[in-house]
């Protein structure tokens, strides 16, 4: 049996004020305890593990030296938090993590004021921590803008983007660059550590300073050339000269878990009047625990585990993940055709593209954190004659919206979007949830829309969509595993537009989109024990609408019911905007559009979602029902 966790050190510290009364010896100590407080939580809650246990001395030292909430810090993505959510106030609640009515798993302005900015998606922190600079240098307040931001994250066009335009924020902006991929510096020692609280310290500032103002009564030209040879000579010992360049003071490299490297070297920058600063901070991802040491993917997301083996609770066996089914069916289908290539932006294994990459290395891509890149690369590759697969989560791809409209759509490139995580997605919550792209994709001229139903239907999108040269074309597929059908020996090439009925009625019509099928079938179930005769169809694509379908289903039909897992403007708008065209409903048929609400729905297990969403089976039949204006009681009978 396990003992129970001893941090004597920790449990005097609630919050930050309290961190900032410690010695400094003694933040060893509050380290080892906060690290084996988050490996004791995540192993009963799950998430994100392996990034926390990464930061968790840059955490301390930043809490420590600076002045929290006050000094804005800003956590990029933010599912590296939970240490900090640990020292500000929320220890008690840490086991509740992503779960429902439980603490998020990033930053969330909501939950506390040590958030001062919600994330989940990368590559947004220095824009934010600029602006909270900003605004206090403008209103004379003492506050900094404090960005931390992982060196993949750096990828991304955004951050540098903010990075030109920091100059305006002075000392007020400090970004730390949390290298954990060793991607940038060489390994740091106690060389680097000396260099860098050399060039941050008092001293040599004030001599760079005086400096400066000698210099400056010289000739411009003379001025301009003394700046730029001190600049290079220091980023050709400690590097960083890209960020010298747009008009940052770097110091580093530093070892982010040494903390008598760490604390000095954030002392003398707080401490500056030289800005803004960046601070290249190399850190371990899965620091300190073996298991995540060890792994691959250094324990990133994990379910629950046992602490002492670092064994993860597995799930039952069970029906193949959508994602892979993508991956081996392109894989499968690039076999035999050598134009297909996949791109992925940071995403190979939660898009399947890993399993492609595998057997076709040269033709699959990651781009990194830049969607935008991604999409108009595909662009590129399709005008030339490839078959180019956009894998991209749907939530992600709507940071490349403009491109799909103005690269993709109004150039008709045969650009194939697979989109993952179509529609929600549990734990995650809002920040990730797929609520938006049949939506934003379905209202573009020449885009094709489709959304498979299951895992065999997934196979014959991507079939089709290989395809397909007309134009742009997107299939979307949800998280998870699929529903256990049959995997199909021969794909099948759709047709373009149209629907297929999976089940005859003839007073009830359910028009499902997606991966609500199987609840539109137990709907079916049950309105038939009721005596409502109920027609199913599988309408596959949201654009272009089969016209037939719907006019048959709605000609001999009573109630028509569209079922989609996606916010007002998809599937169901578009059913009625053609029924009202084409006159449909001035018989007095019923028409009901079911979808995901006009709110972000917090993260929950995935079956309170949906309830809380209203789109499983007793819903349906509910709002059947209504339409029928039959007696509401029938709904708890037909759900019991």
């Given at each position: 049996m396990n003992q129970p966790l001893q941090t004597p050190l920790l449990d005097t510290v609630p919050t930050p004020d309290e961190l900032r009364q410690l010695k400094?010896?003694?933040?060893?100590?509050?380290?080892?305890?906060?690290?084996?407080?988050?490996?004791?939580?995540?192993?009963?809650?799950?998430?994100?593990?392996?990034?926390?246990?990464?930061?968790?001395?840059?955490?301390?030292?930043?809490?420590?030296?600076?002045?929290?909430?006050?000094?804005?810090l800003i956590w990029d993505v933010g599912h590296q938090c939970y240490p900090h959510k640990i020292l500000t106030g929320r220890r008690d609640r840490i086991r509740t993590i992503r779960q429902g009515g439980g603490l998020s798993g990033f930053t969330k302005r909501a939950e506390s004021e040590y958030d001062p900015f919600g994330a989940a998606h990368s590559s947004t922190s220095i824009s934010a921590a600029l602006g909270f600079a900003v605004a206090n240098k403008l209103n004379d307040k003492p506050g900094r803008g404090i960005a931390v931001i992982g060196?993949?994250?750096?990828?991304?066009?955004?951050?540098?983007?903010?990075?030109?335009?920091?100059?305006?924020?002075?000392?007020?902006?400090?970004?730390?660059?949390?290298?954990?991929?060793?991607?940038?510096?060489?390994?740091?020692?106690?060389?680097?550590?000396?260099?860098?609280?050399?060039?941050?310290?008092?001293?040599?500032?004030?001599?760079?300073?005086?400096?400066?103002?000698?210099?400056?009564?010289?000739?411009?030209?003379?001025?301009?050339?003394?700046?730029?040879a001190e600049e290079y000579s220091r980023g050709m010992v400690t590097g960083g000269t890209l960020f010298e360049e747009l008009g940052f003071y770097y110091v580093g490299p530093i070892d982010g878990h040494n903390l008598e490297h760490l604390i000095p070297v954030l002392e003398n920058v707080r401490d500056t009047s030289e800005g803004p600063v960046l601070i290249h901070v190399v850190t371990e991802k899965g620091k300190g625990y073996k298991p995540a040491e060890e792994s691959a993917d250094k324990y990133h997301g994990v379910p629950k585990f046992d602490v002492v083996t670092g064994e993860k609770q597995k799930g039952s066996a069970g029906p193949p993940a959508y994602q892979n089914v993508f991956g081996d069916t392109l894989a499968d289908l690039a076999d035999k055709d050598n134009r297909i290539c996949a791109i992925t932006a940071a995403m190979p294994s939660g898009t399947g593209v890993d399993r492609f990459s595998q057997r076709h290395p040269d033709r699959s891509f990651d781009v990194g954190i830049a969607e935008q890149h991604g999409v108009t690369f595909a662009a590129g590759l399709a005008a030339q004659g490839?078959?180019?697969?956009?894998?991209?989560?749907?939530?992600?791809?709507?940071?490349?919206?403009?491109?799909?409209?103005?690269?993709v759509a109004i150039q008709n490139l045969p650009v194939r979007f697979a989109i993952d995580r179509a529609g929600l997605v549990g734990a995650d919550g809002c920040t990730h949830a797929g609520s938006f792209d049949i939506t934003y994709l379905a209202t573009l001229p020449n885009m094709v829309v489709m959304a498979a139903a299951d895992e065999a239907e997934l196979a014959h999108m991507t079939y089709t969509a290989v395809e397909y040269d007309e134009g742009p074309i997107a299939f979307r597929y949800p998280r998870g595993n699929g529903v256990g059908v049959p995997m199909p020996e021969t794909l099948q090439k759709l047709e373009i537009g149209k629907g297929r009925v999976v089940r005859e009625g003839t007073k009830?019509?359910?028009?499902?989109?997606?991966?609500?099928?199987?609840?539109?079938?137990?709907?079916?179930?049950?309105?038939?024990?009721?005596?409502?005769?109920?027609?199913?169809?599988?309408?596959?694509?949201?654009?272009?609408?089969?016209?037939?379908?719907?006019?048959?289903?709605?000609?001999?039909?009573?109630?028509?019911?569209?079922?989609?897992?996606?916010?007002?403007?998809?599937?169901?708008?578009h059913v009625l905007t053609y029924a009202s065209d084409q006159g449909l409903t001035d018989n007095g048929l019923k028409v009901r559009t079911?979808?995901?609400?006009?709110?972000?729905?917090?993260?929950?297990?995935?079956?309170?979602?949906?309830?809380?969403?209203g789109l499983n089976a007793p819903n349906i039949v509910e709002t059947v029902l209504k339409a029928l204006k039959h007696n509401s009681s029938i709904v708890e009978e037909a759900s019991a």
């Amino acid at each position: 049996m396990n003992q129970p966790l001893q941090t004597p050190l920790l449990d005097t510290v609630p919050t930050p004020d309290e961190l900032r009364q410690l010695k400094p010896e003694q933040l060893r100590q509050l380290s080892d305890e906060l690290r084996a407080e988050m490996i004791d939580a995540v192993s009963v809650s799950g998430g994100h593990l392996g990034s926390g246990l990464g930061v968790v001395e840059l955490t301390v030292a930043i809490h420590y030296v600076f002045n929290t909430p006050d000094d804005k810090l800003i956590w990029d993505v933010g599912h590296q938090c939970y240490p900090h959510k640990i020292l500000t106030g929320r220890r008690d609640r840490i086991r509740t993590i992503r779960q429902g009515g439980g603490l998020s798993g990033f930053t969330k302005r909501a939950e506390s004021e040590y958030d001062p900015f919600g994330a989940a998606h990368s590559s947004t922190s220095i824009s934010a921590a600029l602006g909270f600079a900003v605004a206090n240098k403008l209103n004379d307040k003492p506050g900094r803008g404090i960005a931390v931001i992982g060196d993949g994250a750096m990828s991304a066009g955004m951050a540098y983007e903010a990075m030109n335009n920091a100059a305006q924020a002075g000392n007020r902006l400090v970004v730390i660059l949390n290298d954990n991929d060793m991607s940038i510096a060489p390994p740091v020692g106690g060389l680097s550590a000396y260099l860098a609280r050399m060039v941050s310290s008092s001293e040599y500032l004030g001599l760079r300073s005086l400096a400066s103002r000698a210099v400056k009564k010289m000739s411009r030209r003379m001025h301009e050339g003394l700046r730029k040879a001190e600049e290079y000579s220091r980023g050709m010992v400690t590097g960083g000269t890209l960020f010298e360049e747009l008009g940052f003071y770097y110091v580093g490299p530093i070892d982010g878990h040494n903390l008598e490297h760490l604390i000095p070297v954030l002392e003398n920058v707080r401490d500056t009047s030289e800005g803004p600063v960046l601070i290249h901070v190399v850190t371990e991802k899965g620091k300190g625990y073996k298991p995540a040491e060890e792994s691959a993917d250094k324990y990133h997301g994990v379910p629950k585990f046992d602490v002492v083996t670092g064994e993860k609770q597995k799930g039952s066996a069970g029906p193949p993940a959508y994602q892979n089914v993508f991956g081996d069916t392109l894989a499968d289908l690039a076999d035999k055709d050598n134009r297909i290539c996949a791109i992925t932006a940071a995403m190979p294994s939660g898009t399947g593209v890993d399993r492609f990459s595998q057997r076709h290395p040269d033709r699959s891509f990651d781009v990194g954190i830049a969607e935008q890149h991604g999409v108009t690369f595909a662009a590129g590759l399709a005008a030339q004659g490839m078959r180019p697969f956009a894998a991209i989560y749907s939530t992600f791809l709507q940071r490349a919206y403009d491109q799909v409209v103005h690269d993709v759509a109004i150039q008709n490139l045969p650009v194939r979007f697979a989109i993952d995580r179509a529609g929600l997605v549990g734990a995650d919550g809002c920040t990730h949830a797929g609520s938006f792209d049949i939506t934003y994709l379905a209202t573009l001229p020449n885009m094709v829309v489709m959304a498979a139903a299951d895992e065999a239907e997934l196979a014959h999108m991507t079939y089709t969509a290989v395809e397909y040269d007309e134009g742009p074309i997107a299939f979307r597929y949800p998280r998870g595993n699929g529903v256990g059908v049959p995997m199909p020996e021969t794909l099948q090439k759709l047709e373009i537009g149209k629907g297929r009925v999976v089940r005859e009625g003839t007073k009830v019509a359910i028009l499902s989109l997606g991966a609500r099928l199987e609840e539109a079938k137990k709907a079916a179930d049950l309105l038939e024990a009721k005596g409502l005769s109920t027609t199913v169809a599988d309408m596959r694509f949201a654009k272009p609408l089969d016209e037939d379908l719907i006019a048959r289903l709605m000609r001999e039909h009573e109630v028509v019911i569209t079922v989609e897992e996606g916010a007002i403007g998809g599937l169901g708008a578009h059913v009625l905007t053609y029924a009202s065209d084409q006159g449909l409903t001035d018989n007095g048929l019923k028409v009901r559009t079911l979808r995901l609400p006009d709110t972000f729905q917090d993260h929950d297990s995935p079956d309170k979602q949906y309830e809380e969403a209203g789109l499983n089976a007793p819903n349906i039949v509910e709002t059947v029902l209504k339409a029928l204006k039959h007696n509401s009681s029938i709904v708890e009978e037909a759900s019991a």
